[in-house]
């Protein structure tokens, strides 16, 4: 997330040195017809260093970001969020399957989508920070852990995409409550034997089949943007009584730290 959010890691925004898969693949590479260094290190020291030394630069810059807000990322992180930022790629990334119902356009600007999504397993935290970016960071943190060999299998469980949190409102929808829920869905060939989780916070949740309305919006995640997307979904849709009105989710589709974030609003049809 950006100003307000949470910058985590990925591309640089502002003035602040952003830690990239690029820097990382930009690391020099030794050659291999030589066994030792010119300081008499192997070359599996020298990787383990490298290693070590990649570790300690990702996890200090996102102790840096946390500091700025109130969000405090212990040591234990640093392999996760290299491991993380490593299979960070568009191409190592699943998307949830959905059908498609309807489209709704104006003037060829696609006002929102109606989607249906399967029943499926997700792996959901609750938080209640005093910010909504406080319960987003640290619920995402909890939700890498498990995704990074922090559970039962052993394994690196994979990203899909995208990662939602389940946001509510008082009844007239002016503002956001501070219960907030972090989920992650379970990649398709989990979804049968879903790893457990370590933690006990996290708690695996099977969701009905549901039907939303997407609308699709750019930038940053804070109280007031999703307050503003809320209210103007409500004015597009032929129908708002139809849905929830008081639990609404937002969908994250791309890297946190990027400068043009792609999100979406999803309101809820009633069962």
Request: hydrophobic share 30%.
């Given at each position: ?113 109606k989607r249906q999504y399967g029943k499926a397993k997700w792996a959901c935290i609750k938080m209640k920070e005093k ?30 995409v995208p990662i939602v949190t389940i946001v509510h409102t008082n009844e007239s929808q002016s503002e956001m409550t ?16 879903p790893p457990h989780p370590f933690d006990s916070d996290i708690i695996i949740e099977e969701w009905p089949s549901t ?61």
């Open positions: 997330m950006e100003t307000g959010g949470c910058r985590m890691s990925g591309a640089e925004t502002g003035g602040s040195a952003m830690i990239t898969l690029e820097d990382l693949d930009g690391m020099p590479e030794e050659s291999p017809d030589s066994a030792y260094h010119s300081n008499g290190s192997s070359l599996e020291e020298e990787a383990e260093r490298m290693e070590d030394e990649e570790q300690e630069r990702l996890l200090s810059y996102w102790q840096s970001v946390g500091r700025g807000h109130q969000v405090d990322v212990p040591r234990d992180m640093a392999e996760p969020i290299q491991q993380l930022t490593r299979n960070n790629s568009p191409q190592e990334r699943q998307s949830i399957p959905f059908t498609l119902i309807q489209r709704k356009e104006k003037l060829g600007d696609l006002l929102y989508e910010q909504y970016e406080q319960s987003i960071c640290l619920g995402f943190m909890k939700l890498m852990r498990y995704i990074c060999e922090q559970n039962s299998s052993g394994l690196y469980l994979g990203i899909t501070r219960s907030v829920t972090v989920a992650y869905y379970l990649p398709p060939v989990l979804q049968d034997e039907i939303v309305y997407s609308r699709s919006f750019r930038g940053i995640t804070n109280e007031d943007s999703i307050m503003r997307e809320i209210n103007l979904l409500a004015e597009i849709l032929d129908s708002p009584e139809l849905c929830l009105q008081d639990t609404f989710i937002i969908a994250g589709y791309t890297n946190p730290a990027a400068a043009n974030r792609h999100n979406e609003i999803w309101f809820l049809q009633r069962p």
